[in-house]
């Protein structure tokens, strides 16, 4: 049972920057697409981006597209969101997730 742990969630303005880390506990996610996902309070959960196996294939929603980055990092068992030009709508609980695993979530709140 693979654990995923996200971190780096808080509360920022409008327009700021905040970089999100995933963190999981075997290096079989290394071999895993992984996908980070958002949920705002009411909403249903919405794909945010993802990332092939070998750091290629990378894919963002349009609402995020030009603003964010997915990266990872193997060797480290490691997957990171950098989301700028932060808007409110950006609010929420972020989630990693990869196969049928998925986080506990970090909060995000823009203001």
């Known amino acids: 049972h693979v654990q995923l742990v996200e971190s780096g969630g808080g509360s920022v303005q409008a327009g700021g920057s905040l970089r999100l880390s995933c963190s999981a506990s075997e290096l079989t996610v290394s071999r895993r697409c992984m996908a980070w996902f958002r949920q705002a309070p009411g909403k249903d959960l919405e794909w945010v981006a993802r990332?092939?196996?070998?750091?290629?294939?990378?894919e963002y929603a349009p609402a995020v597209r030009g603003r964010t980055t997915i990266d990872r990092d193997n060797a480290k068992m490691m997957v990171y969101l950098q989301m700028d030009v932060l808007k409110p709508e950006d609010s929420g609980v972020y989630y990693c997730?990869?196969?049928?695993?998925r986080g506990q979530g970090t909060q995000v709140t823009v203001s």
């Open positions: 997730k990869g196969g049928p695993f």
């Open positions: 990332i092939g196996p070998a750091g290629l294939g990378k």
